[in-house]
């Protein structure tokens, strides 16, 4: 397989500079805008379906939890997506062309499942397909911003744009989906979902339209770190001895973990403090809209603090976050409550996202972003499952804050076990650290 496009231009290069503030801004612009415009397709279909199920078909927590464990299986394998990144070019465009050919897909398939019947069969069938051509282009995404966020010392940059702009449509989603799934009802359940289905095939086909794009702020300032000789086998090797990975991984999880937050938290809402779809969708846009805040600020103190100064503190506001949820029986209060709650886990939201760019080995940036996310559905199930259990067990929401603030604050020791060399410096300074499994003392400030 050929290498990818975007790695091409300044074949050779190794020295890392600090871009100028015109081009790093058009880089954001650049990432903010698929990463807004890939969203909305996900949140438009996934969060009615979520509804139509619970609803409509009448599912319980467990079987609503299972179905969502079934759709995420492509996701499971998120890093065979990211390696497929790093090593195919799709018509010699590398992620240019991953974007343009799998948002064309996934546009076919939403129009051939907007005229299917909206039923069990056809939804877990949609999320599945749909799944796959989301993850190649998110891999196409995340590696490209994973490689200039390494190659220009804007890591934690890119990590507060990524957070920001991705929480976009999952605000814009989440009050859409409220009211949308008024069309999964009755007898407007099949022209709810034709449409619903059709909405989301527009959009994917503006997301292939977004690859024929070539800013040359973006792709004039990154270069090759895969040779293009270089057997599979030896780039799968490279990878899983590459140590540095693991501490961030475990990290990632360890936050992303959260028993209770999904499927629980959806039935204590709205059975015990009787929300509607829309107050419930709401709920969760103030949490996500509060987080943006704090990665706003991250982008802005990650240029004047070390990595691990922003990892701790990060951390400790992030503990209470989940408490208030102890305390709040009534929907006003709960719903004054989202977005401070949101506000307190931004920073270290952010804060992780950059640790595990940092950790990526040089060419294999998709592989590592993916391997991430990958983790990540199978831990935020594994966790939706926990808490799901413990609430039909004890018929008790508390029990689900308790273990999500636990497993929050294992989070503190797990920072030990990061390479001191990677998290010692802000954004603008290069850390020669973590090569190749090895935490390198020596610290180099950028050109």
Same mark, same amino acid.
């Given at each position: 397989?050929?290498?990818?496009?975007?790695?091409?231009?300044?074949?050779?290069? =190794?020295?890392?500079?600090?871009?100028?503030?015109?081009?790093?801004? *058009?880089?954001?612009?650049?990432?903010?805008?698929?990463?807004?415009?890939?969203?909305?397709?996900?949140?438009? +279909?996934?969060?009615?379906?979520?509804?139509?199920?619970? %609803?409509?078909?009448?599912?319980?927590?467990?079987?609503?939890?299972?179905? @969502?464990?079934?759709?995420?299986?492509?996701?499971?394998?998120?890093?065979?997506?990211?390696?497929?990144?790093?090593? @195919?070019?799709?018509?010699?465009?590398?992620?240019?062309?991953?974007?343009?050919?799998?948002?064309?897909?996934?546009?076919?398939?939403?129009?051939?499942?907007?005229?299917?019947?909206?039923?069990?069969?056809?939804? /877990? !069938?949609?999320?599945?397909?749909?799944?796959?051509?989301?993850?190649?282009?998110?891999?196409?995404?995340?590696?490209? #911003?994973?490689?200039?966020?390494?190659?220009?010392?804007?890591?934690?940059?890119?990590?507060?744009?990524?957070?920001?702009?991705?929480?976009?449509?999952?605000?814009?989603?989440?009050? !859409?989906?409220?009211?949308?799934? %008024?069309?999964?009802?009755?007898?407007?359940?099949?022209?709810?979902?034709?449409? /619903?289905?059709?909405?989301?095939?527009?959009?994917?086909?503006?997301?292939?339209?977004?690859?024929?794009?070539?800013?040359?702020?973006?792709?004039?300032?990154?270069?090759?770190?895969?040779?293009?000789?270089? *057997?599979?086998?030896?780039?799968?090797?490279?990878?899983?001895?590459?140590?540095? +990975?693991?501490?961030?991984?475990?990290?990632?999880?360890? @936050?992303?973990?959260?028993?209770?937050?999904?499927?629980?938290?959806?039935?204590?809402?709205?059975?015990?403090?009787?929300?509607?779809?829309?107050?419930?969708?709401?709920?969760?846009?103030?949490?996500?809209?509060?987080?943006?805040?704090?990665?706003?600020?991250?982008?802005?103190?990650?240029? *004047?603090?070390?990595?691990?100064?922003?990892?701790? @503190?990060? =951390?400790?506001?992030?503990?209470?976050?989940?408490?208030?949820? /102890?305390?709040?029986?009534?929907?006003?209060?709960?719903?004054?409550?989202?977005?401070?709650?949101?506000?307190?886990?931004?920073?270290?939201?952010?804060?992780?996202?950059?640790?595990? #760019? *940092?950790?990526?080995?040089?060419?294999?940036?998709?592989?590592?972003?993916?391997?991430?996310?990958?983790?990540?559905?199978?831990?935020?199930?594994?966790? %939706?499952?926990?808490? =799901?259990?413990?609430?039909?067990?004890?018929?008790?929401?508390?029990?689900?804050? +308790?273990?999500? =603030?636990?497993? %929050?604050?294992?989070?503190?020791?797990?920072?030990?076990?990061?390479?001191?060399?990677? +998290?010692?410096?802000?954004?603008?300074?290069?850390?020669?650290?973590?090569?190749?499994?090895?935490?390198?003392? !020596?610290?180099?400030?950028?050109?």
């Amino acid at each position: 397989m050929a290498a990818a496009e975007v790695l091409e231009p300044g074949l050779g290069a =190794t020295s890392p500079a600090v871009l100028g503030s015109t081009t790093r801004l *058009r880089i954001v612009l650049y990432f903010g805008g698929l990463l807004v415009l890939m969203g909305f397709p996900e949140n438009v +279909i996934n969060i009615p379906i979520g509804f139509f199920l619970k %609803n409509k078909l009448h599912l319980a927590a467990h079987e609503l939890a299972i179905f @969502w464990s079934i759709a995420a299986i492509p996701t499971y394998f998120a890093v065979a997506f990211g390696f497929a990144r790093d090593v @195919w070019s799709p018509f010699g465009r590398g992620d240019r062309g991953l974007i343009m050919m799998f948002g064309a897909l996934g546009a076919v398939l939403c129009a051939g499942f907007a005229f299917a019947p909206p039923v069990y069969a056809t939804f /877990l !069938a949609a999320a599945l397909m749909l799944s796959a051509c989301f993850l190649f282009v998110r891999s196409a995404l995340r590696g490209l #911003i994973a490689t200039i966020g390494q190659q220009h010392a804007m890591s934690g940059q890119v990590s507060a744009a990524f957070s920001s702009f991705e929480a976009v449509p999952v605000v814009v989603g989440l009050l !859409a989906g409220g009211l949308l799934s %008024n069309l999964l009802e009755g007898d407007k359940a099949a022209q709810g979902a034709h449409t /619903l289905f059709l909405v989301g095939g527009v959009l994917l086909v503006l997301v292939a339209l977004y690859g024929v794009l070539k800013p040359r702020a973006v792709f004039d300032n990154v270069h090759r770190e895969r040779d293009a000789a270089a *057997r599979l086998v030896d780039d799968l090797k490279r990878l899983v001895r590459h140590t540095p +990975i693991y501490p961030a991984l475990l990290i990632w999880l360890l @936050w992303q973990f959260v028993p209770g937050f999904g499927t629980p938290l959806q039935y204590y809402l709205q059975d015990t403090l009787k929300f509607s779809d829309a107050q419930y969708t709401a709920w969760f846009a103030l949490y996500f809209a509060g987080a943006v805040p704090g990665f706003v600020l991250y982008g802005y103190l990650c240029r *004047r603090f070390a990595l691990r100064t922003l990892l701790v @503190w990060g =951390t400790i506001l992030a503990l209470p976050m989940m408490l208030p949820l /102890l305390i709040l029986h009534q929907k006003i209060g709960a719903l004054a409550v989202a977005a401070p709650m949101g506000a307190l886990g931004g920073m270290g939201g952010a804060a992780f996202f950059d640790l595990i #760019i *940092r950790s990526c080995p040089k060419g294999l940036q998709g592989s590592m972003l993916m391997a991430a996310a990958g983790a990540l559905a199978i831990d935020g199930q594994l966790g %939706n499952l926990l808490g =799901t259990t413990l609430y039909d067990h004890f018929h008790n929401f508390t029990v689900c804050v +308790i273990a999500m =603030t636990v497993t %929050n604050g294992l989070i503190l020791p797990a920072i030990l076990l990061v390479p001191r060399g990677l +998290i010692a410096t802000p954004d603008g300074v290069v850390s020669v650290a973590a090569v190749d499994g090895e935490d390198a003392a !020596a610290i180099t400030p950028a050109l």
